[in-house]
């Protein structure tokens, strides 16, 4: 069974940085075509697509948001952290962090954590 | 940037009915598009990847076509539990969705 859970604070500070933590089970980011992706929704608005690790330890990260995101992953521990700099109260989301599959070189994301909501306010 | 227009918004319809929703890339991505489906206060669901195959364990009440640049998702008798917002999803490139459709009850 696979299962995804974010974990990080619910209040950070305007120009303070956000880490947020994936603990992950039931799959290996080490297994061929296997990736974790970050999502995010302000509320009330679209899902934003914000970056994705995957089993090589390739990096990808939105365009719009690229020099402010960071990503490492801990494969023994199931885990992998983003880390966004200098937030700002537009960031305030739910951050939702989800398994990628490839399939015929599709990547599609078949399973979510339930979602945290960070506030950014001073 | 590629950029998914997906329409329309926001669509009324009611038990039984037959609802589409479009989204148009803004070049060709092939079939590097996902859908998926999100109630409220929940994650979003993966209803259909790759343009036109369904996720395990999702009715075959939904599905996906399309290639190129224009995708068509479809629920040929909606349920009650179907009244939600619709994503979709280019991966051809860097990720987007599209902006969402809304399927509220008429």
């Known amino acids: 069974q696979v299962t995804l859970r974010e974990s990080g604070p619910a209040v950070v500070k305007p120009t303070h940085t956000l880490t947020l933590t994936c603990s992950f089970s039931?799959?290996?980011?080490?297994?061929?075509?296997?990736?974790v992706s970050w999502i995010r929704q302000p509320p009330g608005k679209a899902l934003e697509w914000l970056a994705r690790?995957?089993?090589?330890?390739?990096?990808f990260y939105s365009p719009s948001l690229q020099t402010r995101l960071a990503l490492s992953k801990d494969t023994s521990k199931n885990q992998v952290v983003l880390t966004v700099t200098n937030m700002d109260p537009v960031d305030t989301a739910t951050y939702y962090c989800a398994r990628g599959r490839m399939i015929g070189g599709v990547i599609s994301c078949d399973h979510w954590g339930q979602g945290l909501l960070v506030t950014v306010s001073s | 940037d590629i950029q998914m227009t997906q329409s329309p918004s926001t669509l009324s319809a009611s038990v039984g009915d037959r609802v589409t929703i479009t989204c148009r890339a803004s070049q060709n991505i092939v079939n590097y598009v996902n859908w998926y489906q999100q109630r409220p206060g929940k994650a979003p669901k993966l209803l259909i990847y790759?343009?036109?195959k369904l996720q395990d364990g999702v009715p075959s009440r939904f599905r996906g076509s399309g290639s190129g640049a224009d995708f068509t998702l479809a629920i040929s008798s909606l349920q009650p539990e179907d009244f939600a917002t619709y994503y979709c999803?280019?991966?051809?490139?860097?990720?987007?969705f599209g902006g969402g459709t809304k399927v509220e009850l008429k």
């Open positions: 039931g799959f290996s980011l080490s297994t061929t075509a296997m990736s």
């Open positions: 999803q280019q991966t051809y490139t860097s990720p987007r």
């Open positions: 690790i995957d089993w090589e330890d390739e990096e």
């Open positions: 790759a343009a036109s």
